[in-house]
């Protein structure tokens, strides 16, 4: 059984780093992007950006490109998300997700549990 | 960067009806690059449709995909009680983005 699962719920102050993880199993971790998407209390999706754990290659989107870093370990199967320096405003439930693709298609198949991270002050 | 534009934001229907959810694409999107997701409170969103029309693993044939260039359209033919919850469209284009959703609920 494919399964992701993350790291637990984070209290933190504005200023403060924080790394969260993602833990594949069930399949070959290196073969498949793992995405991370963000959603902000009551709100939708947000795609912040991809990890090929193969060989580690990002793609982030614009509006997330230098606020986060998106990272890798394939020996461990492990995906990371994390922040220098936080904001109230990354007050947020954090998701990561598989993709899949078949064919030319392609869809985020399998998801993490969601990670909530709370800054406050 | 390609906006996706859900509509309605709210529908209230009862079981057994049908719904028609739209999302429209700021952009012609190829047909391979649209998916479909469902989201209830307090759990992880879940893949119904990929590449526009196709079904996910597991999930009912009441629900299907249909469109193409800015169009896009997830039907639900006959409401279940499990059905009612939040509706998300994304595309895989350069970049990826998700529609703002919409919230199916119970008339």
């Known amino acids: 059984e494919v399964q992701l699962v993350q790291s637990g719920a984070e209290v933190k102050k504005p200023g403060e780093s924080l790394r969260i993880s993602c833990k594949g199993s069930?399949?070959?971790?290196?073969?498949?992007?793992i995405n991370w998407v963000r959603q902000m209390p009551g709100k939708g999706l947000e795609w912040i950006g991809k990890?090929?754990?193969?060989?580690?290659?990002?793609n982030y989107s614009p509006s997330f490109q230098g606020h986060v870093t998106i990272s890798a370990d394939k020996s461990i199967g492990t995906a990371y998300l994390q922040w220098s320096s936080l904001k109230a405003s990354d007050t947020a439930i954090y998701f990561c997700?598989?993709?899949?693709?078949?064919?030319?298609?392609?869809?985020?198949?399998?998801w993490g549990q969601g990670t909530l991270v709370t800054v406050s002050s | 960067e390609i906006v996706l534009t859900q509509s309605p934001g709210t529908l209230s229907l009862s079981p057994g009806e049908r719904a028609a959810l739209s999302c429209r694409a700021s952009?012609?999107?190829?047909?391979?690059?649209l998916a479909w997701y469902q989201q209830k409170p307090g759990q992880a969103p879940r893949l119904l449709i990929y590449?526009?029309?196709s079904r996910a693993t597991g999930i009912p044939d009441r629900f299907s995909g249909s469109g193409s260039g800015t169009d896009f359209t997830l039907t639900i033919s006959r409401l279940e009680p499990e059905d009612f919850a939040v509706y998300y469209c994304?595309?895989?284009?350069?970049?990826?983005?998700f529609g703002q959703g919409t919230k199916l609920e119970i008339k």
């Open positions: 997700a598989r993709q899949h693709y078949y064919g030319s298609s392609v869809g985020f198949d399998s």
């Open positions: 069930g399949y070959s971790f290196p073969s498949y992007w």
């Open positions: 990890i090929d754990p193969g060989d580690s290659y990002i």
């Open positions: 952009q012609s999107l190829s047909s391979s690059s």
């Open positions: 590449g526009a029309s």
């Open positions: 994304q595309q895989f284009g350069r970049s990826y983005t």
